[in-house]
């Protein structure tokens, strides 16, 4: 069984509550990168000890923050020796509009996992796109990279769809999944 870390930068709580809840799922732990876009104590040990890391950021002018980017350059260290070679990756984002490019920043976190040599897993959740599909359907924003949420600009934290929430506990419950037929 490996562990299974979820490394996050929130601004403002949304992106928070979605790593919340995709560690819940995960049965994973929380590393949450600081407003100052740092680790805590130990943090790179943690994370170079896990056997998976969820990454995820809010979306910011169509990519992750900068206090994650500034995260994702020191990595650069981590990066010269390989060390998080053949670790399963996988990424989330949070936004204020419905598209808001989003993907821009599943994309970015895919190109940092790549980078360090990992391997990516996807959302795994079929999108609920019918007619008849409602807001708090499973994936109901149809993202297949990894996990994705809404809410509109004026709503905080605690307003946040259910349905994204649930969404993003399924995909930490797919990446504990894929995990645990590795050996770390
Ligand atoms: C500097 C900044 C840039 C933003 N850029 C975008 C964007 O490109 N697309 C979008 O849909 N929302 C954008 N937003 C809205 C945030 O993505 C949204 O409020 C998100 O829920 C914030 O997550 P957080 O509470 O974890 O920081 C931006 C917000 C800020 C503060």
Redo the contacts with the bound molecule.
Sequence with gaps: MTTVVVLY????????R?AQAVADGAGADLLAIDADGNLPEGGWDTLTAAGAIIMGS??????V?WQFKKFADASSKIWYTQAWKDKLFAGFT????I????SSTLNYLFTLAMQHGGLWVSQGVMPSNSKAAQRNDPNYLGSYSGAI???P?DAG?GDMPPGDLASARAFGERVAAVSARFKS
């Design positions: 930068h929130s601004g403002y709580g949304h992106t928070q979605m809010p979306t910011y002018m169509g990519s923050s949070h936004s204020a509009a598209n808001g490019d989003k949420g809404q809410a600009s934290a």
